[in-house]
């Protein structure tokens, strides 16, 4: 897991994004240098072991290109207690308007 120290101080100094990236590829580990969202990358960890508990009452929007690991990634933000949560497959053979993948919602907006 990579980018979630920035987001932990944020937390720590009671401070709330609007929205949280939680990716399963390479991310961006230094989203915070550049004004952008938190970006988590979760890329080849084992999500069911992850303490993830910054993301308490967070809106996450989480995506992978494996149905898997989405629904793996749905299950941590119901673990960790997400106010929201957005879970998408990106699909690399599919335009982006034309996505079939595995998508669901959790929580309220």
């Not at 230094?30 to 809106?59: C, N």
């Not at 494996?66 to 599919?94: P, T």
Request: glycine share 8%; aromatic share 10%; charged share 30%.
């Amino acid at each position: 897991m990579n980018g979630h120290e920035p987001l932990i101080a944020m937390r720590l100094a009671g401070k709330i994004p609007q929205y949280v990236f939680l990716e399963d590829s390479e991310g961006n580990p230094q989203w915070h240098l550049y004004g952008e969202l938190p970006t988590i990358s979760v890329k080849g960890d084992a999500l069911k072991t992850l303490d993830m508990r910054f993301l308490v009452g967070l809106a996450v929007l989480a995506s992978s290109e494996s149905e898997k690991r989405c629904k793996d990634l749905l299950e941590v933000c119901k673990r960790h207690k997400v106010r929201y949560a957005v879970v998408n497959q990106i699909r690399l053979d599919q335009k982006r308007w034309e996505q079939t993948g595995f998508f669901e919602t959790y929580g309220e907006l």
